[in-house]
């Protein structure tokens, strides 16, 4: 194991890289990063990025001194990700002990907990009150018993609905050896358990990868179950290191029993808070540094906190905190480090004459890879019993469990929600049941990440795909991953205007844009988008009478889109407003819609042989609907040229090469 100048020279590393990095920004011309958006970073830890990371496997911990961490006996010698389920009473000086008694239904009853031998030392007099079921769990925190009073909040207490309540504590703190707990029945011992406490014990980090169902376990007993399952799994072998796939949970198990007391201890509601509290202390006797980290030692753990992507699940029965990550959300890193460190001055230090003990497993982020298959009617086959299937494959681990959404795009009201199970070829089967959709009817599927449209009868084959990625600045673009208009024209974003009463245009795309070019927005919103046909032929989105929506029957195909920005909260849904398909946008705008200048891409439109053009809706036919042949026209779209990248333009240019450089550093650095 590392000795402490090993450690200390990693540290060091790191450190005096991020700073050289630093200073190469500062130094390299502004020419060089040309092209980045304000206040973006010029090293990335995106996957198209330049990247730092360290490729390892199980965690390794490090420490002061060349010391391996003696496994505690009894219920907290965890070995692996094995939990062992006795209910012996040997403890981790720091740990919560769980000691079980058995007094008659209801009963009220004296516990005492003194040294086995009668000596002197730690002795508490408790009393417990039953709820009627003749079993009782008092829950002693012996890290608050060592360090505190028996007296102080959360030292002593009982599981469930029993109750307890401290009369009588003597002695000095509590130490290890062995203790006595005794129940008393009018004076008399009616059974007794034995409590061993040993040294302190912090022994490891570990990670494992796990379905994102995973992430909603609330109490110990559900991680356990879902690692007898097999739904707790080691992280995979990845090109650039130990990975899981994004949107699967991260689990980190801390093996440390004298970190459950410590935990406890800490002011909060509920144990992620607590967990995190740890490393606000000030007092190095109790502070223990927990976070979770990107290239340089950048933190994440506060925004994953403020997203509630984290959760700390304390096990006192196997002596670890699970502590779980939603990689969904974006604030985690493609490329991370789950670090732990115990100053020597802390009191669960096990050995602090070996100098600090660290632990820092990495982990990395592969991107879910999701696809649905398409039938006629898109990615729905609709049968005639009013249901829905879906059909697809993922890399998600088996019995991952993918949430599948189908919205409708004529009525924002009509949406259905389904859950696929991942089975060991990553295949998944859904049902949805869609009997009450309306039809014609166009329709958005989601499969985790992936998207998809539907259609229902005669409805016109429209397909959109957007993405936005949260900023802390203005937002004045979205990008297009995907935009099909059968008969051509626009893909429209509005923004409802209260002042105005209505929707205002604020951009718009063609079928071969790459964005959405929209007016600069300031805090998140929902915008509703709209497909638009050409009906002037003039290449140019005059408004929403001139150029008409796309119709499924009377119904305009539509659909809210949520723009978010970093450490601001989307509103709690769209606006309640419906959308006037006949209203003036010249009033509600006073100018003209920037539109893409039109090119000769926009005059290949090419009719296949017997097809025949949607008509667009007049004001005679909009109000009933129809049954029209589904449309044949097809818009021939060209790729955009790319400009190459050079020092001067997109991309990075001259800083790729001390850049790069830095990162392989980096990577030797945290590697060795």
């Not at 006996?73 to 965890?78: D, E, H, P, S």
């Not at 949430?403 to 998944?428: C, K, L, M, N």
């Not at 300031?522 to 497909?531: A, F, K, M, Q």
């Not at 050079?646 to 790729?656: I, K, N, S, V, Y």
Request: charged share 25%.
């Amino acid at each position: 194991m590392p000795s402490t100048s090993h450690a200390a020279r990693e540290r060091s590393r790191r450190v005096s890289l991020c700073v050289s990095l630093a200073l190469l920004l500062v130094l390299v011309p502004a020419a060089t990063v040309a092209g980045a958006p304000d206040g973006a970073a010029p090293v990335s830890d995106s996957a198209a990025g330049t990247t730092c990371l360290q490729q390892t496997g199980t965690a390794t911990p490090t420490s002061g001194g060349n010391r391996t961490p003696a496994p505690v006996a009894g219920r907290n010698a965890t070995n692996g990700w094995t939990p062992n389920e006795s209910q012996d009473l040997d403890v981790a000086l720091g740990d919560v002990a769980v000691i079980p008694l058995s007094p008659r239904p209801g009963e009220n009853a004296t516990v005492t907990v003194a040294p086995s031998d009668d000596g002197d030392g730690y002795a508490a007099t408790v009393r417990v009150r039953d709820d009627g079921d003749g079993r009782v769990r008092l829950l002693l925190n012996t890290y608050l018993a060592a360090n505190g009073s028996t007296a102080a909040r959360g030292t002593v207490r009982a599981a469930g609905d029993d109750g307890v309540a401290v009369t009588d504590r003597t002695g000095g703190p509590l130490t290890p050896g062995d203790y006595a707990v005794r129940l008393r029945r009018n004076g008399t011992v009616v059974s007794e358990n034995q409590l061993s406490v040993s040294e302190p014990s912090v022994e490891n980090v570990t990670l494992r990868r796990a379905g994102p169902s995973v992430f909603d376990a609330s109490r110990p007993g559900d991680v356990r179950r879902a690692n007898r399952s097999g739904l707790l799994r080691p992280l995979r072998d990845g090109e650039d290191g130990q990975e899981l796939v994004r949107g699967e949970t991260l689990v980190a198990r801390i093996d440390a029993p004298s970190l459950l007391g410590l935990v406890a201890a800490q002011p909060g509601d509920a144990p992620t808070e607590r967990l995190l509290a740890l490393s606000e202390e000030r007092d190095p006797e109790t502070r223990v540094d927990f976070d979770v980290t990107e290239i340089c030692n950048w933190t994440i753990v506060e925004a994953i906190a403020v997203h509630d992507s984290i959760r700390a699940v304390p096990d006192y029965r196997t002596g670890a905190v699970y502590v779980l990550l939603d990689t969904s959300d974006p604030a985690v890193a493609n490329h991370g480090w789950v670090d732990l460190r115990v100053p020597t001055e802390s009191t669960i230090h096990p050995s602090p004459s070996d100098g600090d003990l660290e632990f820092d497993p990495s982990f990395t982020l592969a991107e879910q890879q999701t696809t649905v298959e398409t039938h006629e009617t898109g990615a729905l086959a609709f049968g005639d019993d009013g249901n829905a299937s879906l059909s697809g494959e993922t890399n998600l681990m088996r019995g991952s469990r993918l949430p599948v959404t189908v919205q409708s795009r004529t009525d924002p009201s009509e949406r259905w929600r389904a859950t696929a199970t991942i089975r060991e070829d990553g295949t998944f089967d859904a049902t949805v049941d869609v009997s009450n959709a309306s039809s014609p009817g166009v329709f958005e599927v989601r499969a985790g990440d992936a998207s998809a449209s539907a259609w229902l009868g005669s409805a016109p084959r429209v397909h959109w795909q957007l993405d936005h990625t949260p900023t802390d600045h203005d937002a004045d673009r979205l990008d297009v991953e995907a935009l099909s208009l059968p008969d051509g024209g626009y893909l429209v974003a509005y923004e409802y205007d209260r002042s105005l009463g209505g929707f205002r245009p604020i951009g718009t795309a063609r079928p071969y844009s790459e964005d959405l070019s929209i007016e600069s927005i300031e805090r998140p919103r929902y915008l509703l988008v709209v497909p638009h046909r050409d009906g002037n032929g003039n290449y140019q989105f005059d408004d929403r009478r001139a150029d008409p929506p796309y119709r499924a029957g009377d119904r305009v195909v539509q659909g809210w889109y949520p723009v978010a920005f970093e450490r601001r909260d989307l509103p709690a849904g769209p606006p309640s407003a419906t959308f006037d398909a006949n209203a003036s946008d010249e009033r509600l705008l006073g100018r003209q819609v920037p539109t893409p200048e039109p090119t000769e891409r926009d005059r290949f439109v090419t009719t296949l042989p017997d097809a025949t053009p949607t008509p667009a809706p007049t004001a005679e036919t909009s109000a009933t609907p129809t049954e029209t042949s589904v449309p044949q026209t097809t818009v021939i779209t060209e790729p955009t040229p790319t400009s190459p990248t050079t020092a001067d333009g997109p991309g990075f240019g001259a800083l790729a090469a001390p850049v790069g450089l830095l990162c392989g550093a980096a990577i030797a650095a945290r590697r060795r």
